[in-house]
C-alpha cells in the first residue's frame, strides 16, 4: 500500500510533496509532520534571513522527537535542485558538501526528510572559513534554570558593549540563552572562539558566583557555564526559529533586551505560538546583520589573559585536531580518572 502523502503549495510556485503528514512527531503535544511544514513555512523569510545561505545540520528522527535521531549534513541522494551545498572543511581536515536552505520550499522538504531541529553554522556559504556571528551560550548547570541566565545576560551585554560589539538574544528553546553579536568576517573560527573565551573570562570576573568558564563539569557549581566551544568550526546550536526536540514543541525563539527584562518564559514560544508572535510584533532579529562590529577589543583581551598566564581552554574531545592546536582534555576529570 502506498503511504499517505499531501502535496503542500509554496510561496513561490513550487509544490512539495509530503509523506505520512499524519505522522505525530510530538506525542505530548500532538503535532503532526503536516503541522510542522507549515509551521517551517509560516516562519520561512525570518527563519532563512537567520539561518539561509549557510551550512546547516539537519537533526533528522525517523519516528518522534522521544526516539532516536541522527545528524544530516551531505544532500542525500534525491536532493532536488532547489536545495543548495556548499563543500565545508571539518576539523579533521576532511571536505563534503553540506546542505545549505536558501528558499522556503527547501526548509519544507527539509521536514519532508524528517528533520525536527536545524543547525546552521556561524559562517556563510560564500566563505565558509571566517564566521559572522560571534556565539556565547549561556548554559545553565543543574541547580541553576533560564532565569538565572537571564540574570546574567546584561553584564555579558556590558562586557561586549565595551569590546564595541552589539548583542541580540535568542531563547535557545530550552533552559540556555544565545547570545549572538554580528562580526565582519575578517577572523577564522579559532580567532572567534578565542575572542568567545576572552568575553566569558572578563564576565566571569565581574560575576564569580554565577557564572563559569570551567570546562570540567564537576568544577562548575551551581552557576551558568559559559559555552565557549559552541564557536567551534563545525560546532552548532539550534538556529533562530529552529523547534526543538522536546515535548512542548519549544522554539529558540530571538527575543529583544526589553523582553528578557519584563521577565519572558521560553516555554512560551513554541511551534503553534511562534507564527502569532511573528505576526504581532514582527522579528526581534530582522535588523542583527545590519552593522556588524569587530573582534579586535576581543582579542586584545585574549593577549593580555595570555600573559598573564591564562592558557588555552580544551576543546570538545570528539574533535579531531586541526594542526597546531594544543592537547585537549575531556569535559569529566572523573571520567578521565
Known amino acids: 500500500m502506498a503511504s499517505e502523502r499531501i502535496t503542500l503549495t509554496i510561496p513561490g510556485g513550487r509544490e512539495l510533496s509530503l509523506s505520512s503528514p499524519n505522522r505525530v512527531l510530538y506525542p505530548d503535544v500532538g503535532i503532526t509532520k503536516h503541522e510542522l511544514a507549515e509551521y517551517v513555512l509560516?516562519?520561512?523569510?525570518?527563519?532563512?534571513?537567520?539561518?539561509?545561505?549557510?551550512?546547516?545540520?539537519?537533526?533528522?528522527?525517523?519516528?518522534?522527537?522521544?526516539?532516536?535521531?541522527?545528524?544530516?549534513?551531505?544532500?542525500?541522494k534525491g536532493t532536488p535542485d532547489y536545495v543548495d551545498a556548499v563543500m565545508c572543511t571539518y576539523n579533521s581536515g576532511r571536505r563534503h558538501p553540506q546542505v545549505v536552505l536558501n528558499e522556503a520550499a527547501a526548509i519544507a522538504w527539509a521536514v519532508q526528510m524528517n528533520t525536527v531541529v536545524f543547525h546552521p553554522w556561524a559562517s556563510l556559504a560564500d566563505d565558509t572559513d571566517n564566521p559572522v556571528e560571534l556565539r556565547i551560550d549561556l548554559d545553565p548547570q543543574p541547580g541553576t534554570d533560564f532565569?538565572?541566565?537571564?540574570?546574567?545576560?546584561?553584564?555579558?551585554?556590558?562586557?561586549l558593549r565595551e569590546a564595541g560589539l552589539e548583542a541580540w538574544l535568542k531563547t535557545s528553546g530550552n533552559r540556555g540563552i544565545h547570545v549572538f553579536c554580528p562580526i565582519e568576517p575578517t577572523h577564522e573560527f579559532l580567532d572567534v572562539r578565542h575572542a568567545v573565551i576572552a568575553a566569558g573570562r572578563e564576565l566571569e570576573r565581574r560575576l564569580p558566583e554565577?557564572?563559569?568558564?570551567?570546562w570540567w563539569k564537576e568544577e562548575r557549581g551551581e552557576r551558568v557555564f559559559i559555552d565557549f566551544n559552541q564557536a567551534n568550526r563545525d560546532r552548532t546550536m539550534a538556529g533562530a526559529y529552529s523547534p526543538r526536540a522536546l515535548p512542548g514543541a519549544t522554539v529558540a525563539t530571538p527575543i529583544g533586551w526589553d523582553e528578557l527584562e519584563a521577565g519572558v518564559d521560553p516555554t512560551a514560544f513554541t511551534v503553534r505560538t511562534v507564527p502569532q508572535r511573528l505576526a504581532d510584533i514582527g522579528d526581534p532579529w530582522e535588523g542583527l546583520q545590519d552593522s556588524p562590529g569587530r573582534i579586535d577589543t576581543l582579542l586584545e583581551w585574549w593577549q593580555r589573559d595570555?600573559?598573564?598566564?591564562?592558557?588555552?581552554?580544551?576543546?570538545p574531545p570528539e574533535f579531531p585536531k586541526m594542526p597546531g592546536e594544543p592537547p585537549r582534555v575531556q569535559p569529566s576529570r572523573a571520567k578521565k580518572d
Request: charged share 25%; no cysteine; net charge negative.
Open 42 to 76: 509560516a516562519v520561512a523569510e525570518p527563519f532563512l534571513r537567520a539561518n539561509g545561505h549557510r551550512p546547516v545540520s539537519l537533526e533528522r528522527f525517523p519516528d518522534t522527537v522521544d526516539g532516536d535521531s541522527f545528524f544530516s549534513k551531505n544532500p542525500p
Open 147 to 159: 532565569a538565572d541566565a537571564a540574570a546574567v545576560a546584561p553584564a555579558l551585554r556590558d562586557v
Open 210 to 214: 554565577k557564572v563559569t568558564t570551567n
Open 306 to 315: 595570555l600573559d598573564t598566564g591564562l592558557g588555552e581552554l580544551p576543546f
